[in-house]
């Protein structure tokens, strides 16, 4: 991707003035999906830029979020983006290192939320597949007693942001990389809905163990379609843009709220 050098690069301080007109404000608890790429500009600092420019808009009383998936700590026959040998999968649950917070990368979230989840005084919850990252005021309450089972379900970082009335943002992304939208999933009735064995390495007592969890069937193919239904018909999402990324501020209450009716009238 080539990127347009005939604008101004970015900055810390224009990303915060772009975040401000979007509706970013001091105090948000504020869970963020991002991918750079999408701005299509040369930016100062790169992903720590974007960081910095959250955290100072959102100031001291705000609480930063952002996803720290691991989803290759997962059951290894139900691999499918890309599928593994069946010979292998006794291989993986035996070796697959543990989930440890501080050591385990997150996978296939970003430059960005990586960088964060390095970011000195953020905390991260404990599940070995679904954890979160959260730094500022309500980090504690987001991240501890994130239950292994149902990981985006009502024991979860989501719930939680649900319950402080936070907010996401998605930069440069669409509905479809909205892990909120799982937790409407979790409390929508719907004829396909199935339930699933999922299994991780854990550290249990200090020793490595193979642990088998309950899960619900996942998808967010309809996600998209989803959120384009939720801002035509409740229209209460700020939409702003910074470089050539579209930026949208949405509250997670009425967009939870919104998935569950959808989900369970379109599947």
């Known amino acids: ?48 830029a974007l960081i910095l420019a959250l955290e100072q808009t959102l100031g001291g009383d705000g609480t930063l979020v952002m996803p720290a998936h691991t989803p290759n ?8 983006y890309p599928p593994v040998p069946e010979e292998w999968w006794e291989i993986i649950r035996a070796e697959m290192p543990p989930f440890e917070p501080d050591l385990t990368p997150s996978g296939h979230m970003g430059v960005t939320a990586e960088c964060f ?22 980090a504690a309450v987001i991240t501890e007693n994130h239950s292994i089972d149902y990981g985006l379900g009502e024991q979860s970082p989501l719930a939680r942001l649900y319950e402080l009335d936070g907010y996401v943002l998605l930069f440069g992304v669409g509905y479809d990389r909205c892990t909120s939208l799982h937790l409407s ?47 035509k018909e409740v229209s209460s999402v700020q939409i702003g843009k910074i470089g050539d990324a579209d930026i949208r501020l949405v509250r997670v209450r009425p967009l939870v709220d919104f998935g569950v009716r959808w989900i369970a009238k379109h599947r």
């Open 117 to 138: 989840r390095k970011r000195n005084g953020t905390l991260r919850s404990r599940h070995p597949q679904l954890s979160f990252a959260a730094k500022g005021k309500h």
């Open 185 to 231: 999933e979790y409390r929508a009735e719907y004829a396909s809905k199935a339930y699933v064995k999922q299994g991780a390495p854990l550290l249990a007592d200090g020793q490595r163990q193979w642990v088998t969890y309950d899960e619900i069937n996942l998808d967010s193919d309809d996600f998209a379609r989803l959120g384009e239904a939720f801002e």
């Open 1 to 48: 991707m080539t990127l347009n050098t005939s604008a101004l690069p970015l900055t810390v301080s224009t990303i915060a003035q772009g975040l401000r007109e979007t509706g970013v404000k001091p105090g948000m608890t504020l869970l963020v999906h991002a991918s750079l790429k999408a701005a299509n500009r040369w930016i100062a600092g790169g992903p720590s």
């Open 73 to 80: 700590l997962s059951e290894p026959s139900e691999w499918r």
